[in-house]
C-alpha cells in the first residue's frame, strides 16, 4: 500500500500537505502534490458555510448580534424559552410593526393595523373586547350550557362581589315585561340589606331593622298603623278578644259623699265632674252606686215628704239630660237607687267637663248618698 504524505482534517476532511515530507508536482502521485493539495484545501474553505460538513458550527458566544437578525420569512424551531427586553413603555407600532414585546410586566403585540394590544394584565391574560378585563385566576366566569347558568366567583368554590346599575330580570323562559331592581335616585348613603336566615313556616310581615337585616320575627307597633288604617271588616275577620282592644276612655268621678240640697237651689254635687278627651265617637254617661268598700254606707237618692228632687247633668254649662224623682203629694220622704245611664251625648273629637247638678222643690233638703258619675267613649 502506497504511503499517504498528507493529513486529514477531522471536521471538513481536507487533504493537508505534511511539511518536510509532501513532494512536489510530478514527484508525487496525481493529486497528492503539495500544491495540488493546498489548492484543493482552498476550495473547500471558499465554499463553507458552517452547515454539518461544512465546517464547525458557530457557539453563541462566536457572534455578536448588533443589528436586525432577519430569518428569511423562516421559523425560530427549537426554541426552549423566548426572553424579552423589559421595556418601561409600549413600543410604537410605527417602528415596531408585527411585533411581540414586553413593556413594565406585561405582553403586548403591535398590528398591522397600528394597535398597541395588551396581552397580559395584573399576573393573568387580559380580557379581549367584548369580555371581562382584569380577570385573572383563580377568579372566573364560567357559564354553563346545560343549566344557561353564568358563574361568576373570586376563588375556588367562592362567589364573586357584584357591583351594578339597574339590575332587569325577565322570565327566562319567554321574552316579555322585566322587574327592575333599583336603588333610589339621589340615594344618600352606602347600606345593605340582608334576606332572612330560613323562610317563614305560614305568612308574616317581613321587618328591616336598622341594621339592614330582613326578618320575619318583629312585631308591628301600634305607632306603626296610620290612623284609621285598620278597618271593622279587618278587624271582624279576626278573632281579637275584648282586651285586646284599646282602652276607650272610661273616666269616674269622686264619691258624692252624703250630700244635702239647699231648698229650691241649683247646686253642684261635690266631686261628681269628669273631664274625657275623644276622638269624635258618642260618649255614654251614667250616675252610678259609689263602689262598696266593705263600709256601711249605702248609695241613694232620698226626696222629701211633698216634693220633687231634679238631678241635672250638664257638659259645658249646657243641661243635656234631667231626671226627677219623689212626689209633691206624699207625706214621707222617697228613696231611690242611682239613676244608672242618664244619656248618651253625640259630640266631635275634642275635650268635655260633664258634672252632675241638683235642686229640690219644698222645705226639706234632698239627698244624695255616696253617688259617682262614669263617662265613656263608644
Known amino acids: ?35 495540488e493539495l493546498q489548492n484543493s484545501a482552498f476550495g473547500i474553505l471558499d465554499q463553507h458555510n458552517h452547515a454539518p460538513g461544512s465546517g464547525a458550527a458557530v457557539p453563541s458566544s462566536g457572534l455578536t448580534i448588533n443589528a436586525d437578525l432577519p430569518f428569511q420569512v423562516h421559523n425560530a424551531t427549537q426554541l426552549r424559552a423566548a426572553k424579552f427586553a423589559i421595556w418601561g ?23 398591522v393595523g397600528g394597535n398597541v394590544v395588551r396581552l397580559t394584565a395584573s399576573g393573568g391574560v387580559a380580557g379581549t373586547p367584548g369580555s371581562i378585563a382584569g380577570l385573572t385566576s383563580p377568579a372566573a366566569a364560567t357559564y354553563t350550557p346545560a343549566s344557561k347558568l353564568f358563574d361568576l366567583t373570586s376563588g375556588s368554590g367562592v362567589r364573586a362581589n357584584l357591583w351594578t346599575g339597574p339590575l332587569s330580570i325577565y322570565d327566562p323562559q319567554a321574552a316579555g315585561h322585566k322587574a327592575t331592581l333599583q ?6 348613603a352606602d347600606y345593605a340589606l340582608t334576606l332572612p336566615s330560613t323562610l317563614p313556616g305560614s305568612t308574616l310581615p317581613l321587618f328591616l331593622a336598622s341594621t339592614g337585616q330582613l326578618s320575619t320575627s318583629g312585631q308591628v307597633q301600634t305607632a ?3 290612623n284609621l288604617a285598620v278597618t271593622a271588616a279587618q278587624v271582624a275577620n279576626n278573632t281579637l278578644t275584648r282586651a285586646q282592644f284599646a282602652s276607650v276612655g272610661q273616666q ?18 261635690p266631686n261628681i265632674s269628669v273631664t274625657i278627651t275623644t276622638s269624635g265617637r258618642p260618649v255614654v254617661l251614667a250616675m252610678l252606686a259609689e263602689p262598696g ?15 220633687q228632687l231634679r238631678l241635672i247633668l250638664q257638659r259645658a254649662g249646657v243641661t243635656i239630660a234631667e231626671t226627677v224623682t219623689g ?13 244608672g245611664t242618664l244619656a248618651v251625648d253625640v259630640v266631635g273629637a275634642g275635650t268635655y267637663v260633664y258634672k252632675m247638678r241638683a235642686q229640690v222643690t219644698g222645705a226639706d233638703p234632698g239627698i244624695v248618698n255616696h253617688c259617682i258619675l262614669a263617662a265613656w267613649e263608644l
Not at 212626689?327 to 239613676?339: D, H, L
Open 252 to 269: 269616674v268621678s269622686g264619691s258624692s259623699g252624703a250630700f244635702n240640697t239647699v231648698t229650691n237651689v241649683v247646686q253642684d254635687i
Open 183 to 188: 336603588v333610589p335616585v339621589g340615594l344618600g
Open 89 to 111: 413603555f409600549p413600543l410604537s407600532p410605527a417602528t415596531d410593526t408585527a411585533a411581540l414585546y414586553v413593556s413594565g410586566q406585561d405582553l403586548y403585540f403591535n398590528d
Open 293 to 307: 268598700d266593705g263600709t256601711a254606707y249605702i248609695s241613694n237618692i232620698l226626696s222629701p215628704p211633698g216634693a
Open 224 to 226: 306603626q298603623i296610620a
Open 1 to 35: 500500500m502506497p504511503q499517504l504524505h498528507y493529513t486529514t482534517t477531522p471536521v471538513m476532511g481536507m487533504s493537508l500537505p505534511v511539511p518536510g515530507v509532501t513532494d512536489a508536482l510530478g514527484k508525487e502521485a496525481p493529486g497528492a502534490s503539495w500544491m
Open 327 to 339: 212626689n209633691t203629694s206624699g207625706s214621707t220622704a222617697t228613696q231611690f237607687n242611682p239613676p
